[in-house]
């Protein structure tokens, strides 16, 4: 199994404009998911896309660390999108299990 897959994309003034999360997004990987997204925080755009793609595993700790930074960024004013590049049969299954709204999945 692959690790977390994390690439931040800056504009041309070096502001975060899009994250690309994937891979595992569990307990396994959150300290380095944290560490990612910790140092980009201070960085980020006014207006943040964030693309989850190729998805292996998702658990509660990865869900409470994105849930926390949406958190932040709520704080920060930081206008974001998620884009959720996944199998319809995961959407159905966090839908279903009541983390829909938790994950901004649009199904």
């Known amino acids: 199994m692959e690790k977390l897959k994390f690439l931040a994309l800056a504009d041309k003034h070096g502001k975060i404009e899009r994250i690309d999360l994937g891979g595992l997004i569990v307990l396994e990987t959150a300290f380095q998911l944290k560490n990612e997204l910790v140092a980009i925080e201070n960085n980020l755009c006014d207006n943040v896309k964030i693309t989850i793609f190729e998805l292996e595993e998702l658990d509660l700790a990865g869900v409470q660390l ?28 966090f839908t279903n299990v009541g983390l829909g709204v938790e994950l901004f999945i649009n199904n």
Not at 70 to 93: G, H, S, T
């Open 66 to 93: 994105l849930v926390a930074f949406v958190r932040k960024m709520d704080q920060m004013k930081i206008n974001y999108q998620f884009n959720w590049n996944i199998e319809e049969e995961q959407k159905a299954l």
